[in-house]
């Protein structure tokens, strides 16, 4: 049944519009780990905005920054002009997130989204070494401009572009075999193999862990392996962090444990602090090659999220956020346990890693249907997955205890429902 009436969007918005028809309601109102519609009806949020609201919605330290640069008539958009809220937002990042890790990388500002930071990692690679494929993974997904379309290994979203996209190699992501075929000494075969009709790729582009492609988890051993297959042959190594980091897995870089040190990442989503659209290309100072306006783009300087980032970094200054998030991601992660336990005949493994946890069901639908009981029971979640068969449990980091187990409780509610 409709909750609350959609018309207006059905009659006056695009048919691409989608998370709007599974949460069948007009949405107004939100405060960290909690929305409210027009009604007034209170839902708790296991969806964190596709992983922008790592802080919750309306995060009360990044808020007061805000309304007070607001007030004092702070610069709103400034291209890549100098301003102090970038200068500011520059100097935190290299203290509490570059310094102390040891990594030595420029900052650049791409354009407003994670897709503008893949698609700037794609040229930069191309132009630095000269060669043209980047080399992918089965299930990776990256972006829907063309050329980080064209490593996104989703079939359906593929499809949106309507005729054949760029040339791109996909390989084989961890697991993707199942656990005993070693992919990164196929991968190796089939470079070294000048009979393969593998070219040497400018880039390897990966996410640690596969958020819209099924929570599929690379190892931190493959990880450390991927990293050498590509320093020996002079293949840049692209870390898309765009969901994975700024904290998901439980440390600022989801590649923090595997202590590897990527060529270029890609940040996005939750950099931007309050859900404000802004994205980062970290690039080893060799690879920092583009001319003066080489690449430009008129939102590479959104100053309201250069603030409110800069607010969100003081997550980071020391352990205890980290530890904390760790300790709710357990929580999760238990509860999902029990729950495939407790109903054998719903076939459902749980995938995730840090606070992104999930079910895979053996049978696609029943990921749909949880998040449609779920929904039912004022949760929102989304699925994932080629066939949408995860369903994907990613709070904000910051969601209070109580509030977490009252969602789980309402998702074991779901589950069970299911499984009648
Ligand atoms: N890379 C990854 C890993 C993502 O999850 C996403 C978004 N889901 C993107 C890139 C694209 O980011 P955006 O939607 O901000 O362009």
Redo the contacts with the bound molecule.
């Keep these: 049944a409709e909750m609350t009436s959609l018309h207006v969007f059905e009659e006056l918005e695009s048919e691409v519009r989608s998370y709007c028809r599974s949460f069948r309601t007009v949405f107004s109102k939100a405060s960290n780990d909690k929305l409210w519609d027009v009604a007034g009806r209170e839902y708790i949020d296991f969806f964190a905005g596709?992983?922008a609201l790592n802080y919750g919605h309306n995060n009360e330290r990044i808020r007061q920054k805000l309304v007070q640069y607001l007030l004092e008539d702070g610069i709103t958009h400034s291209l890549d002009m100098a301003t102090k809220a970038k200068e500011d937002f520059l100097i935190r990042f290299q203290e509490v997130i570059l310094k102390p890790r040891g990594l030595q990388y420029k900052v650049m500002f791409p354009g407003p989204?994670?897709?503008?930071a893949?698609e700037s990692a794609m040229k930069i690679a191309r132009k630095v070494t000269g060669r043209e494929t980047v080399l992918c993974f089965t299930n990776a997904?990256?972006?829907?401009s063309l050329g980080?379309l064209s490593v996104t290994g989703n079939k359906f979203k593929r499809k949106g572009a309507g005729v054949a996209l760029n040339h791109s190699v996909f390989m084989p992501y961890d697991g993707y075999f199942g656990v005993d075929t070693d992919t990164v000494a196929y991968m190796e075969k089939l470079l070294d193999d000048p009979g393969s009709g593998v070219p040497l790729p400018a880039a390897v582009i990966v996410?640690t862990v596969q958020?819209?492609g099924g929570l599929n988890v690379a190892s931190v051993p493959w990880l450390k392996r991927l990293e050498k297959l590509c320093d020996q042959r002079g293949i840049l190594l692209i870390i898309?962090d765009?969901?994975m980091g700024c904290g998901r897995t439980g440390t600022f870089f989801s590649f923090d444990e595997a202590g590897i040190r990527p060529d270029i990442v890609?940040l996005?989503?939750s950099i931007g602090g309050y859900g404000l659209p802004m994205a980062l290309t970290l690039i080893k100072p060799e690879l920092d090659v583009w001319a003066p306006g080489e690449h430009n783009g008129t939102f590479r300087g959104n100053n309201l999220a250069f603030i409110a980032a800069t607010e969100a970094l003081s997550y980071w200054e020391t352990d205890a956020f980290s530890v904390e998030v760790i300790r709710k991601a357990k929580r999760v992660r238990t509860f999902l346990e029990e729950q495939v336990k407790l109903y054998p005949q719903l076939q459902g493994e749980v995938r995730g890693k840090g606070f992104i946890q999930g079910i895979a069901f053996a049978d696609a639908k029943k990921a749909g249907l949880l998040c449609e009981a779920a929904f039912k029971r004022r949760v929102i979640m989304e699925t994932s997955g080629p066939d949408s068969e995860v369903a994907k449990l990613m709070p904000p980091l910051t969601i209070d205890h109580e509030v977490l187990d009252l969602g789980l409780q309402r998702v074991s509610d779901s589950m069970k429902e299911l499984a009648a």
Excluded: L, P, R
Aim: glycine letters at 20%.
């Design positions: 596709a992983g989204t994670g897709t503008n893949v997904f990256h972006g829907m980080s996410e958020g819209e898309d765009v969901q890609c996005s989503k």
